[in-house]
């Protein structure tokens, strides 16, 4: 059964930084691309980030381009996303997705963990 589990959520203040883990299990993880959404309060979940199954290519939602990066360690079973430079707007939960190598949506998702930006 695929889970997926994020950590390294917070009270941030802006500015500050935060990495956020997604421990998957799932059996040829390498094999599947990740993503990182995030939801705030009233809003529609949106995509923030993506990363390839070998960590070749990525992609950013220009929202948060040049100030968050994704990585994964495929031999961890764990992807990154390492924010920094937070602003009160970046509220939001964020959860992880896999999309697994034949799909065109993503499979699978995390609980979310909840990251708070004070101005």
């Known amino acids: 059964q695929v889970q997926l589990v994020e950590s390294g959520g917070g009270l941030v203040q802006a500015g500050g930084s935060l990495r956020l883990s997604c421990a998957a299990s799932?059996?040829?993880?390498?094999?599947?691309?990740m993503g990182w959404f995030r939801q705030a309060p009233g809003k529609e979940r949106e995509f923030v980030s993506a990363i390839s199954w070998k960590g070749g290519s990525t992609n950013y939602a220009d929202s948060v381009k040049g100030r968050f990066t994704i990585s994964r360690d495929n031999a961890k079973n764990t992807v990154y996303l390492q924010m920094n430079s937070l602003k009160p707007e970046d509220t939001a939960v964020y959860y992880c997705?896999?999309?697994?190598?034949?799909?065109?949506?993503?499979?699978?998702w995390g609980q979310g963990t909840q990251v708070t930006v004070s101005s």
């Open positions: 997705a896999a999309r697994g190598p034949y799909a065109t949506v993503y499979n699978y």
């Open positions: 799932i059996r040829s993880f390498s094999s599947y691309t």
